[in-house]
């Protein structure tokens, strides 16, 4: 999956909890929203608009993050559920950065198809 693969499907799944998503579906989409949130944030010092802009829109894809980061989980069979190690500092955050960069099991699992094998 490409970029602007990534980028729409991220859209196209805004609160789509279930089935599984690719590491490059998952990383695309994360480096697309952070480039977004980066420029925001150098013109934010130029404008309080700009500052506040960023503030919404960070609202704006907080659901759709946390259904991506939850299909990344259920392509290497995990429960969702395992999101909320996210909260533990530190420790949490390691952990879910090893789960996002696992490889998705092979074949069908039991939270849908491969998404690779698309």
Request: net charge neutral; with cysteine; charged share 15%.
């Amino acid at each position: 999956m490409g970029f602007s693969e990534a980028f729409k499907a991220f859209w196209g799944n805004y609160v789509n909890f279930s089935g599984r998503a690719s590491r490059s579906e998952y990383w695309y989409a994360w480096l697309a929203v952070w480039l977004i949130f980066f420029v925001l944030g150098i013109f934010s010092y130029v404008s309080e608009f700009i500052y506040y802009v960023d503030g919404l829109l960070g609202l704006i894809v907080l659901l759709p993050m946390i259904s991506l980061g939850v299909r990344r989980l259920h392509d290497t069979n995990k429960s969702g559920w395992f999101i909320l190690m996210a909260l533990i500092p530190l420790v949490g955050w390691i952990i879910m950065l090893v789960f996002y960069c696992t490889a998705g099991d092979r074949g069908a699992n039991r939270f849908g198809e491969d998404p690779l094998a698309k």
